[in-house]
């Protein structure tokens, strides 16, 4: 029951002549727009899960048709459409439509062949759902709804978001590898990483749960709900946002290794070849590594990836990158690394002040892991430091400032 209004009034119904004020019409106003445009998002949402192209649709065989052969099977057309064979529990989910791209194209056929090698379905956004990158969690948003309709048995477990300047460089590496062991770490519902501008969602892992709709539902209602945020980067601001300021969405968050799965090209030239007398570190890709990001760039991106994807065409060149994945190094560093975000956890269970009212237990949860990833950042910092001032010791500092420019795309 609502709590009583501080106004009592005599008369059940209100005059009949009253003048509607400021606020009531503003509200009046902003109710209506809403209301129509949910039914506008809800409409698009129900025709694409009843089959329709417009959302989950193969391709657009006038631009593919070049290479729209096998590649078609892995791009699927809908949730319940999946590669033959064993099925995954894991998809991969993107966008690309307007004007051609070659090099986005080009770096889409190689996350089709990733796709079929370990079987995972895969979800390409080929029209505009809303304005601009708003599209990203909308799409994303209802991806979770169809799959959270299903009986939990038959749903997908993980989503991989990828943008589309991603391109596949080690299809041997499984993107099961880089998620948490299945018990201790059931608070965990998104994987992601940060870069020297913040938090960085160009490829990120979400479980596929009710947490993960609230927080898609959230970043597309920021624009409008919190006007006061500055939004330079439009969702990947938005979703910062609400993971550095709401408890909800900030303790089932765990920030990984840049470089397992959100690589940038580093010290390398665009062909992919490591300058000379120069060392792979921080989030630069290594040989064997899954993926790079060309986040950024500007007007020399297309340029960029065509330069590494015509190297990766070559036999030679590519017989570099595509290291077996039993020889990566990567399941012992994964498995090291959630080794010590379990001791982490195995700490003592911190001390909740009850202020207002019981906490339950879902909130302790909460609380005490928050905390303990705050103190997990504060060892990360200063490890991050230490090993900074041993490679100062070891490299002129006139070579520090050329490897953090090109480091950080």
């Known amino acids: 029951m609502y709590p009583p209004s501080h106004h009592v009034y005599k008369s059940v119904s209100p005059p009949r002549h009253t003048r509607m004020t400021q606020r009531r019409r503003f509200r009046l106003l902003f109710l209506t727009v809403s209301v129509l445009g949910g039914l506008w998002l809800a409409s698009r949402l129900f025709w694409a899960s009843a089959g329709t192209d417009a959302l989950l649709a193969p391709f657009d065989s006038r631009v593919y048709s070049s ?46 062949a ?3 090698k370990h079987r995972y379905p895969l979800f390409a956004l080929e029209q505009e759902l809303v304005d601009g990158l708003w599209s990203k969690p909308s799409y994303m948003l209802h991806i979770l709804l169809v799959e959270l309709q299903k009986p939990e048995e038959e749903r997908l477990k993980w989503i991989f978001w990828f943008d589309a300047d991603v391109i596949i460089t080690n299809p041997n590496v499984p993107l099961e590898v880089f998620l948490p062991p299945e018990k201790g770490f059931e608070h965990i519902n998104i994987l992601t990483t940060v870069d020297h501008k913040g938090l ?7 479980r596929v749960c009710n947490w993960s709709a609230k927080l898609m539902a959230s970043v597309v209602a920021v624009q409008f709900l919190r006007p006061e945020v500055k939004l330079k980067y439009a969702e990947q601001s938005a979703m910062e946002h609400l993971i550095d300021n709401e408890q909800i969405f900030h303790a089932p ?14 010290p390398r030239f665009t062909n992919g070849t490591v ?14 590594d899954v993926l790079v990001h060309f986040a950024g760039h500007g007007e020399t991106k297309q340029e960029r990836m065509l330069a590494l994807l015509n190297a990766l065409d070559d036999p030679v060149e590519r017989e570099k990158w595509e290291v077996p994945f039993e020889e990566t190094g990567l399941r012992k560093e994964v498995r090291d690394f959630w080794a010590e975000q379990r001791r982490i956890m195995g700490d003592d269970p911190i001390e909740i002040v009850e202020e207002n009212g019981p906490v339950s237990e879902d909130e302790k949860v909460a609380v005490d892991w928050a905390a303990k990833k705050a103190q997990m950042e504060k060892e990360r910092k200063e490890k991050e430091k230490k090993q900074a001032e041993e490679e100062a010791k070891k490299t002129p500092k006139e070579e520090e400032e050329v490897e953090e420019v090109v480091v950080e795309e």
Do not use: C
Request: glycine fraction near 10%; hydrophobic fraction near 35%; proline fraction near 4%.
């Open 275 to 288: 300058f000379p007398n120069r060392r792979i570190k921080g989030n630069s890709v290594k040989d064997g």
């Open 253 to 266: 968050t765990l920030i990984v290794p840049q470089r397992w799965f959100n690589a940038y090209m580093g």
């Open 114 to 116: 990733h796709t079929q």
């Open 200 to 206: 960085n969602d160009g490829v990120f892992f979400m």
């Open 67 to 112: 290479w729209r052969s096998w590649e078609e099977k892995a791009l699927v057309g809908s949730s319940s459409t999946k590669p033959e064979g064993r099925s995954s529990s894991i998809a991969k989910v993107t966008m690309l439509y307007g004007k051609y791209n070659e090099a986005y194209h080009r770096a889409l056929q190689g996350q089709a």
